[in-house]
């Protein structure tokens, strides 16, 4: 197993994600997706009416550990086995995942808690690093969905002000869509065709957006972390901050399944009432 990563965690440093083909076999891929197709109640034919090129169907935050039939990929011994080999061999679960029909954020965005580029304790390693990253896995054909996941190399060690200036000029985003599309004038994106059985995994913090797609596009979602103060935060953010979400918590036979394969956090995570400078959604 660990030949399979050999080499990845430098370029996990690196740029801040890697890309793993093939990992799970294409009929697991596929069968995953029709547990998702049954449970979401969102069928291929519900995509014929995408015509923004964003789907807005359905999603389930937290929904791999609330839904048995998908628990069983938080303790699946490949990808808890990339997990650790690029974060490090005391990565455990992280309590951030979540079940995808036909939905995508088309915009560049972060997924961490503070998402303004140095501004935040997230972006301070100087104690302790950040350790924290999703496992993104795409059950559709790149030829039946045209999608493709866009992320910025090196965008969690380093952004641009004219990158900044970008995201932030709304004028100019509106020019620049005009002539590039989803693409950055000012930073060069890397954009990944997925196929069943791929997975991604990435630093919350690495600029990220999901391609515009004209058909089915199913995903899963799942978090892994070294348990430290970034780690800390994150699990809390979600659990106890965004409450637009209504993040559940664990359950207990999936908690006591993951501390029997050491896969649990060793120390309670703290409740945080407030974090300087988080990303919160405004109140509608």
Known sequence: ??????????????????VVRGLLEVEEAMALRQRLVEHSGVT????DDVEDGVPRKWTSPAGVAQVPAFQHLLVDERLVGLAREVLGPEAVYLHHNDLHAGYSSPGWHRDNVHRTFGQGEDWDESTTPYRC?????????????????????????????????ERRAPRFSTVRRMVMGQGLAFARARWIATEPGDVVIFDHRVLHCGGRTRGPKYSIYLGAGIQNDHFNRHWSYYRDLRSDLHYPSVPEALR????????????EVPVLEHVDHAF???AA
């Not at 291929?44 to 995509?47: C, E, L, Q, R, W």
């Open 133 to 165: 990253a999703r496992i993104a896995l795409y059950l559709q054909t790149h030829a039946e969905s045209g999608f493709k996941f866009g992320l910025i190399p090196g965008s969690h060690r380093r952004e641009s002000r004219l990158v900044r200036w």
């Open 280 to 282: 919160l959604p405004k």
């Open 44 to 47: 291929d034919a519900d995509f």
């Open 1 to 18: 197993m660990s030949g399979m990563f050999e080499g990845l965690r430098e370029a996990y440093r690196r740029d801040g994600f890697v």
């Open 256 to 267: 006591e399944r993951l501390q029997s394969e050491g896969l649990w956090p060793e120390a």
